[in-house]
């Protein structure tokens, strides 16, 4: 809820991968206290899976900005019905602040919504794992600055290992290699994070796939949480 408003109608700026837009929706229907189908959030989804790749434009790997075509797709959303928008992906949080003054909606955050809940859980560092675009520009890291709470990453071998994960095996519908995933999660666990955030949400589906326990937190189960709420309905069945 923001400023005490109650947001009628949801739209969600998707396709920043399919899979994961699917997932958050999916995530939506089954955690809102509901007793028939008029108690679910109304909801409009874009799903463009052709905006242009977020890291490689941060990196300055491509010059093809996905900022114009996310602008387009939340206007449409917006004059459709939208009252408030969510993206369920971090990386193009990048662009959050261009978004939203572009958008004249409220755009809830999923970067700053889950280093809140890790502040508001009495956390005192969390590791990080994500794109290079959201590490290398410092998304988290900005975040957890303001909020006094510490931050580490993966080294520049692991993250390669987690870019693999996310571009080469989720994104392209392959079973992930947990025994990478297992070395990185390792290396962050031995400088004493409180918790590892799963800063990208392709790799919120390795926790719906019950590979993961409670010491992860799901960048996209607060974003889903905070939303259920944002709506006016009361969220359930999170373990957050």
């Known amino acids: 809820m923001r400023n005490g408003s109650i947001f009628k109608t949801l739209g969600i700026l998707g396709g920043l ?4 837009t699917v997932y958050f929706y999916e995530m939506l229907t089954e955690h809102t206290e509901v007793s028939c ?6 909801i409009l989804i874009s799903s463009r899976a052709d905006t ?3 890291t490689d434009f941060i990196l300055g790997r491509s010059k093809n900005n996905p900022l114009p075509v996310m602008i387009g797709e939340a206007r449409r959303l917006v004059a459709a019905g939208a009252d408030v928008i969510v993206l369920p992906c971090n990386t193009a949080h990048y662009f959050y602040d261009e978004l939203s003054r572009a958008t004249g909606v409220p755009i809830i955050n999923i970067i700053t919504e889950t280093v809140s809940h ?11 794992l994500a794109t290079e675009g959201t590490v290398r520009s410092e998304a988290y890291g900005s975040v957890c600055q303001r ?12 993250q390669r290992l987690i870019n693999e994960i996310i571009y080469d095996e989720i994104k392209q519908g392959k079973a992930p290699d947990m025994e990478k995933f297992g070395q990185v999660a390792y290396e962050l666990r031995e400088q004493d994070c409180d918790t590892l955030v799963l800063g990208c949400t392709e790799l919120s589906l390795l926790k ?3 590979h993961l326990g409670r010491y992860y937190t799901d960048s996209l189960e607060v974003l889903a949480s905070v939303t ?9 069945g ?3």
């Open 37 to 42: 189908d008029q108690d679910h959030i109304n």
């Open 147 to 158: 909020l006094g709470i510490g931050i580490t990453y993966p080294c520049e071998a692991s």
């Open 118 to 128: 890790c502040v508001g859980c009495g956390m005192k560092k969390i590791g990080l």
């Open 238 to 240: 999170f373990e957050l």
């Open 228 to 236: 259920i709420r944002s709506c006016g309905k009361t969220p359930i």
């Open 17 to 20: 991968g399919p899979m994961a």
């Open 52 to 54: 242009p790749d977020r």
């Open 208 to 210: 719906k796939s019950g």
